[in-house]
């Protein structure tokens, strides 16, 4: 038996059929783990959703900030929709509201105590102990699969804290909790988030006051293992125990697996690029 964990997919059911024949995956031996953003940008999102649906408990995926964007159109918040998206085949399909039912149930963190390792989409803020980062996780995830959740989805954008408070009112802490799991890259020194920032870290300097949140000061989820997507103009990465596992399939780089047990790392090509500036 095998974990492997698989970083955002982003629609490329090609490159993700690839990847599995060279692992040799069998669902009844060994399980996915899909670091989020299955969909979106890419041109087969509806297959890669149903396969990973299909998998049932052989496969897990977190949410990244494409699939919450999936869930806000899919309810009905047209105005989120962008020229770019390439969702249409998933709006349209005739298991639509059970694939969308399924994907708003999916969870933010992921942690298997037996393995130790976590898995989030984004990253995690430096005030926050795993054991907080769980709470967060499940107290988005008790909005989204509760009865109100459509409200939830229409309001979790909007105002946000900079900083964690955790005596903050019940919307100011959700919204900043979603910003860490689907959309954190960087932090400042002192803790607050900086979500304009996209480059790599090589680009940055000390006195930018910019850290890459795995590498931000008195970050009290030091020492544990983290798995995450999301940034793939940093590509395939591993510093202080965690691992960034988007290696920019969309953009012509590749898709990668990552073997929990033994650390192997397998890489296929994406043979479907996107030209990243079309989508600036």
Same mark, same amino acid.
């Given at each position: 038996m095998a974990t492997y964990a698989i970083g955002d997919v982003q629609g490329c059911y090609s490159a993700l059929m690839r990847l599995l024949d060279v692992l040799n995956y069998n669902p009844k031996r060994d399980r996915l783990w899909f670091a989020g953003d299955l969909v979106n940008r890419g041109p087969e999102s509806l297959a890669v959703l149903r396969f990973v649906k299909d998998q049932g408990e052989a496969a897990i995926s977190v949410l990244g900030n494409h699939d919450i964007h999936l869930l806000a159109v899919a309810y009905g918040n047209v105005k989120h929709l962008r020229k770019q998206d390439t969702l249409d085949g998933i709006l349209a399909a005739p298991d639509r509201d059970e694939l969308i039912d399924w994907l708003r149930h999916r969870p933010f963190l992921h942690h298997d105590k037996s393995l130790g390792y976590?898995?989030?989409?984004?990253?995690?803020?430096?005030?926050?102990?795993?054991?907080?980062?769980k709470r967060c996780a499940r107290e988005l995830e008790a909005q989204l699969q509760g009865e109100h959740y459509q409200y939830f989805i229409e309001h979790m954008f909007g105002e946000q804290l900079e900083t964690w408070d955790k005596n903050a009112e019940d919307w100011l802490r959700w919204r900043f909790s979603l910003a860490c799991f689907t959309r954190l890259r960087y932090c400042s020194k002192q803790g607050h988030l900086?979500?304009?920032?996209? $480059?790599?870290?090589? #680009?940055?300097?000390?006195?930018?006051? !910019?850290?890459?949140?795995?590498?931000?000061?008195?970050?009290?989820?030091k020492g544990k293992r983290i798995i995450?997507?999301?940034?793939?103009?940093?590509?395939?990465? $591993?510093?202080?125990? #965690?691992?960034?596992?988007?290696?920019? !399939?969309?953009?012509?780089?590749?898709?990668?697996a990552f073997c929990l047990e033994t650390k192997k790392i397998t890489q296929v090509?994406?043979?479907?690029?996107?030209?990243?500036?079309?989508?600036v």
């Open positions: 976590s898995m989030v989409h984004a990253g995690l803020p430096p005030q926050w102990s795993l054991k907080t980062a900086l979500m304009k920032n996209k $480059q790599h870290p090589s #680009t940055l300097t000390p006195e930018d006051n !910019c850290y890459p949140w795995f590498i931000c000061p008195k970050r009290k989820s995450f997507g999301h940034w793939s103009t940093l590509g395939l990465h $591993q510093q202080k125990k #965690t691992w960034g596992l988007d290696s920019g !399939c969309l953009w012509g780089g590749q898709l990668t090509d994406c043979q479907v690029a996107q030209d990243p500036m079309a989508f």
